[in-house]
């Protein structure tokens, strides 16, 4: 399995051990998970900084996927004998060998900006009396003209990941032995595994092909464009804060996280479309009026009774504590600043009319009226925006949620 991989990779590399590069490797791992979700796949996941620069596992099709990348930004180019070269191909031998399984498939991606160079006959190279091939061994690779390039490249490769093993074991025996193993057949099947990709583009222009893949993808969920840039800033956090998680499944970015949050934005932009934009007349509303239900209605009816208090206050309880479970709370404000707008202008002409004095079955019907009227505007702007509460019930408890607070009053 790919973490027996981790068994077998004992070799503590630059790419292994810190977080250089790591620019070019959140947003290839972006980038990555952006496509698979423009495919339509649904179990895709991405991490960077284990196994390899990026690993990606597709388990959407009937065999596990495996691809591993290493990510290289230099401004000079590479050859066969660049230390680059032999490291990845180390990794990606001690990747491949032994982890395989006939149910699972493996790729690996060498990514780099930098360009292919023609190699100089240094080091174990000068030790083949063959002149070197007129293309660069890499390009010969990635030619797959293999009769061409193994004669030299494999003797390359072997006395890098030879010496390097020996650093990091004693029994540099059994490398050696898996080494010898190899037949020409083997090596060929081992670097058609390989995808070199080089004059790519840089961590910065990779960054625009990710803003670019969020935009696309927003048009996709309908989410407003103003939210790409928090996108990509999501996804991209989201690939860092992973690499300090010990466990592997939770170092893994899974595609429908990526999907979430084009979900989640095009439910706000739902909400923001049809929000009451009237929620910010709320806070403006000038209150000085301390006294609570009770007091304003004995202070108009010393008669009213108090039993039926009792039972408004928990009326107006039940609401207050509705209110407290919405999920948005300005589409609470927009919903009591019109419920208030509306009493306030019927209240007014009931002072007028009838002063400060008001008998029990006044007070009654005038909760009644208010409910009617508030009701009705509710229900009609229900049309334009999405109100918070649509129920005659919630409106009635929210006209004695304000006379309890301090927003209406009978003087």
């Known amino acids: 399995m790919i973490k027996d991989a981790l068994k077998i990779e004992k070799i503590n590399t630059d790419a292994d051990s810190n977080l250089k590069g790591i620019g070019l490797q959140k947003v290839r791992a972006a980038e990555r998970l952006l496509k698979a979700l423009i ?16 690993l990606e596992i597709d388990v959407d099709g009937e065999k596990t996927d495996y691809t591993t990348e290493q990510n290289k930004s230099y401004t000079s180019g590479f050859s066969m004998n660049s230390q680059e070269i032999k490291n990845s191909l180390r990794i990606f031998f001690d990747n ?68 390097q093993h020996k650093k990091h074991t004693q029994d540099i025996g059994i490398y050696e032995r898996l080494w ?31 803003e670019e893949l969020v935009r696309q993808l927003c048009c996709k969920f309908n989410v407003d464009l103003k939210y790409s ?22 170092r893994m970015v899974h595609v429908g996280e990526v999907k979430s949050l084009f979900l989640e934005l095009t439910q706000e932009s739902k909400i923001q479309e049809k929000l009451d934009p009237l929620h910010v007349k709320w806070d403006s509303i000038k209150c000085d009026d301390i006294r609570d239900i009770n007091d304003k209605f ?10 039926l208090l009792e039972e408004l206050e928990e009326e107006y309880i039940e609401g207050a504590f509705e ?7 300005r589409q609470v404000k927009a919903y009591n600043y019109r419920v208030y707008r509306v009493c306030k202008k019927l209240i007014q002409h009931i002072i007028k009319e009838n002063g400060n004095v008001l008998s029990q079955d006044q007070i009654e019907n005038i909760i009644d009226n208010l409910t009617d009227e508030a009701e009705k505007l509710i229900l009609d702007k229900a049309k334009t925006y999405s109100v918070a509460f649509e129920d005659r019930d919630m409106v009635r408890k929210t006209i004695l949620l304000l006379f309890q607070d301090c927003y209406l009053a009978f003087n």
Request: net charge negative; proline share 3%; aromatic share 12%.
């Open 229 to 250: 840039d928090k996108i990509v800033a999501q996804i991209l956090d989201m690939v860092e804060l992973r690499t300090f998680e010990t466990d592997f499944l939770h």
């Open 39 to 54: 495919d339509g796949k649904r179990a895709v996941y991405c991490t960077i900084e284990h196994i390899d620069d990026v």
């Open 180 to 210: 010898e193993s190899m037949t020409f057949e083997k090596w060929k099947v081992f670097f058609d595994l390989i995808e070199w990709n080089f004059e790519q583009k840089d961590e910065k222009e990779v960054r625009k092909e990710v």
């Open 96 to 163: 491949w060998h032994g982890v395989v399984e006939s149910s699972e498939s493996m790729r690996f991606v060498f990514y780099t900006n930098a360009p292919i160079i023609k190699e100089k006959k240094v080091g174990v190279l000068k030790n083949i009396k063959e002149d070197l091939p007129e293309q660069a061994l890499i390009q010969l690779l990635i030619e797959k003209k293999y009769e061409s390039a193994f004669p030299f490249v494999l003797p390359i490769m072997k006395d890098y990941y030879i010496e």
């Open 323 to 329: 209110q407290s479970q919405h999920q948005d709370h």
């Open 298 to 307: 004995l202070g108009v009816c010393p008669t009213f009774d108090m039993d």
